[in-house]
């Protein structure tokens, strides 16, 4: 059913589109059509796989790392009240300066190769997953934590078998929106300085007029980031499998 | 293990610097035995379980004896059954011993047994969330009880059931708890009449013990038993005097 609904999406925001390009007749290098962007697709198919690769490697990379770095954060901010002191507005500074605007300097520093993408997309990651998972945690149950003591439970039992389960729904929300976000990291980085990827596909195409194969690359990495997120919905569908999501 | 007598002596008890909800409050819990306290709402009931608990948020004066002192004795049953989402039942009823890392095959065994004596049997590897209200409820009882401590604290277990699972529960609770020191509070006279061996009823403003019942047959007691008959018009009347 979710296959047929996102099929019937597909078709109809592809028909919308033609419509657009026949109603308004906006000249092919502004709004290409959807038949010359699929003949980009397949003509451009070899090369955008490639860069493809790229990509998907530096999204999957930065939310792995992003997790384990928004996680370890958040159980250091549990843990220790004097850290979470430090920390917090380290975390808040973290979001408040654009990651945008660190590009430049993360290409700077890591090079024009994956590592600066992979730290551009970690940047973006990080917060939501941080902050989720550490208010998830803060809000558990008063009346489970009195049971823990109750039962003589250590710290580190009550914090493994009560508070950190309790705590995976909003993980769970956090790192959602931390896959739909990530591929905006590895993208931006890919603008400011690369030599491969979609992004950098993109900018290519760009200072070419090719503007069908800019809608290939784009319509390519949309497919990705939906497949992203739906995998990792999955997951955590798995994971947290007493508090599955609802809906799509 | 032998189940203690809890007393209490002058106690005071605030929240913050709310007016007390105890003064110099003194009251004796008999071994081995359950003892109901019943009394209007906001009277300090569930507060005056806490204090017995260990719990802390409140000021308060004053002492708690088990007698014989035994460490770590005190079990809990609340109001929500508390089950973790994330567990089994079996898993559930077995948590005490996860929680101290003390967790043997003879724990799983005991949890077996236990729940099969709750009348749950074929459900341990059920999560919470697909079991009915008064099968959690029962789980969560044999949480408590999986705990063996010699002594229970109920703090209203069954006032969100329906009228015949509540009383299913009774009687099985009355049944497992047998020998055990077991407080009870709630806010229904008929449970107190059908549980307790001892009714003591907090009433007034820093609550006092205002009186005392003993009800000699064995629990779990039926309705239209002569003893509580006898109590349950006086216990109706002494709760109204302080219901506003």
């Known amino acids: 059913m979710a296959a047929l609904r996102l099929i019937v999406l597909a078709a109809g925001l592809i028909g919308l589109w033609q419509l657009l390009v026949l109603a308004t007749q906006v000249p092919p290098y502004i709004l290409p059509g959807p038949l010359p962007v699929a003949q980009a697709l397949i003509d451009h198919g070899p090369l955008l796989l490639k860069h493809l690769k790229t990509t998907t490697f530096e999204i999957i990379a930065g939310l792995l790392i992003g997790t384990l770095l928004g996680v370890s954060c958040a159980l250091t901010m549990i843990i220790s009240p004097l850290l979470k002191r430090w920390m917090q507005p380290v975390l808040v500074i973290s979001q408040a300066i654009p990651v945008f605007a660190l590009a430049p300097i993360l290409v700077l520093w890591f090079g024009y190769g994956m590592a600066s993408k992979i730290a551009m997309a970690v940047l973006i990651i990080f917060f939501p997953v941080a902050a989720s998972f550490y208010q998830g945690m803060r809000r558990t149950s008063p009346d489970l934590l009195e049971l823990a003591r109750i039962m003589g439970a250590g710290p580190f039992a009550t914090l493994r078998y009560i508070v950190i389960p309790s705590a995976l729904p909003a993980f769970g929300s956090g790192l959602r929106v931390a896959a739909a976000v990530a591929p905006i990291g590895a993208i931006v980085g890919e603008w400011v300085g690369s030599s491969s990827g979609l992004g950098f596909y993109m900018l290519h195409a760009n200072a070419r007029m090719q503007v069908d194969v800019m809608f290939a690359a784009l319509a390519v990495l949309s497919v990705t980031a939906l497949l992203i997120y739906f995998s990792v919905d999955y997951l955590l569908d798995k994971i947290i499998y007493w508090e599955p999501s609802k809906g799509i | ?244």
């Open chain 2, 1 to 244: 293990m032998s189940a203690p007598t809890i007393q209490i002596r002058d106690l005071t008890l605030r929240f913050g610097s709310d007016a007390p909800l105890f003064d110099t409050l003194s009251l004796d819990i008999a071994a081995g035995k359950t003892s109901c306290i019943l009394g209007p709402s906001g009277c300090g009931k569930s507060t005056l379980l806490r204090f017995i608990s260990g719990a802390t948020g409140f000021n308060s004066q004053g002492t708690v004896q088990f007698s014989p002192s035994e460490a770590s004795t005190v079990a809990w049953m609340g109001q929500d059954d508390l089950l973790l989402p994330w567990m089994s039942l079996i898993d559930n009823v077995m948590l005490g011993a996860r929680l101290r890392g003390e967790l043997s095959e003879s724990h799983r065994r005991r949890a077996v047994e236990l729940i099969a004596r709750g009348r749950l049997a074929g459900f341990e590897q059920t999560l919470p969330q697909a079991l009915s209200g008064g099968m959690r409820q029962r789980a969560a009882l044999l949480r408590t009880l999986m705990e063996g401590r010699s002594v229970l604290l109920m703090d209203e277990p069954f006032s969100a059931l329906d009228a015949l699972t509540r009383i299913r529960l009774q009687d099985l609770s009355a049944e497992l708890t047998r020998g055990t020191t077991t407080v009870l509070v709630t806010h229904d006279a008929a449970e107190a009449l059908r549980m307790a061996h001892r009714i003591i009823i907090l009433g007034g403003s820093p609550a006092q013990v205002k009186t005392t019942i003993d009800v000699h047959t064995r629990p779990p007691r039926s309705p239209d038993s002569s003893e509580v008959i006898e109590h349950y018009g006086r216990l109706l009347e002494l709760l109204l005097e302080d219901h506003h």
